[in-house]
């Protein structure tokens, strides 16, 4: 069983930045994919960042140029960062992993972007 923890959620104003982190019971390197996703009240939810096991990002275009994902391999952690938070960025956010036979997520962390 692999556990994930998240954090670094929180209230922030539109534009700001938060930097969330996922840290993972195993070595990161075992996945073939990590990734983040989020869910709004409401909707289904959807994938913000993938990193695959070589490097290679994928975005989509809501958030390209504004979120970053990246991993620390010492840590066990794989970070997605924030910038230029909008309003519609409101959502909890969700760390996976997959290591090719199974899925495994975090318990979500809630991102609220507001004035």
């Known amino acids: 069983q692999v556990q994930l923890v998240e954090s670094g959620g929180g209230l922030v104003q539109p534009g700001g930045s938060l930097r969330l982190s996922c840290t993972v019971s195993?070595?990161?390197?075992?996945?073939?994919?990590m990734g983040w996703h989020r869910q709004a009240s409401g909707k289904e939810r959807e994938l913000v960042a993938l990193?695959?096991?070589?490097?290679?990002?994928n975005y989509p275009d809501s958030v390209k140029g504004r979120f970053t994902i990246s991993r620390d391999a010492a840590k066990n952690t794989v970070y997605l960062q924030m910038n230029s938070l909008k309003p519609e960025d409101t959502a909890v956010y969700y760390c996976?992993?997959?290591?090719?036979?199974?899925?495994?997520w975090g318990q979500g962390t809630q991102v609220t972007v507001s004035s």
């Open positions: 990193i695959s096991s070589l490097g290679f990002r």
């Open positions: 996976n992993v997959d290591d090719g036979m199974s899925n495994y």
């Open positions: 195993r070595n990161i390197f075992n996945f073939n994919t």
